[in-house]
């Protein structure tokens, strides 16, 4: 079973930036997918940004630009910088591994870690 375990949020100020990092147990890491989700408050969870094992990424349209995934194979991480924070932007974060096919869309995912807050403020 995979274990997520999420760090590095906090509270900043919109224009602020904070790094995220995710480690992952309980897979082949360098073989999977990782990526990153975010659910506010009354909202559906939805992807954030994902990259696959050859270093593929993509982003949702709301953080391109702003935030960058990047994986980490020897150490089983998975890191989100975001920059340029937005209060549209506050959510709790988590990460998740998987096959490609199945990152993009965090309904065909198991295994929720606990999650980081982030909160933008105005």
Same mark, same amino acid.
């Given at each position: 079973? &995979?274990?997520? /375990?999420?760090s590095g949020g906090g509270l900043v100020q919109a224009g602020g930036s904070l790094r995220l990092s995710c480690v992952v147990s309980g897979t082949i890491f360098s073989l999977n997918s990782v990526g990153w989700y975010r659910q506010a408050p009354g909202k559906q969870r939805e &992807? /954030? @940004?994902y990259i696959g094992s050859s270093g593929y990424t993509a982003y @949702? #349209? @709301? /953080?391109?630009? %702003?935030? =960058? =995934?990047? %994986? #980490? $194979? %020897?150490? $089983?991480?998975v890191h989100l910088q975001m920059n340029s924070l937005k209060p549209e932007d506050t959510a709790v974060y988590y990460c998740n591994a998987g096959p490609l096919s199945h990152i993009g869309t965090p309904s065909r995912l198991n295994s929720w870690g606990q999650g980081t807050q982030v909160t933008v403020s105005s």
């Open positions: 079973q &995979v274990h997520l /375990v999420e &992807v /954030v @940004a @949702a #349209d @709301a /953080v391109k630009g %702003r935030f =960058i =995934i990047s %994986r #980490d $194979n %020897r150490k $089983n991480t």
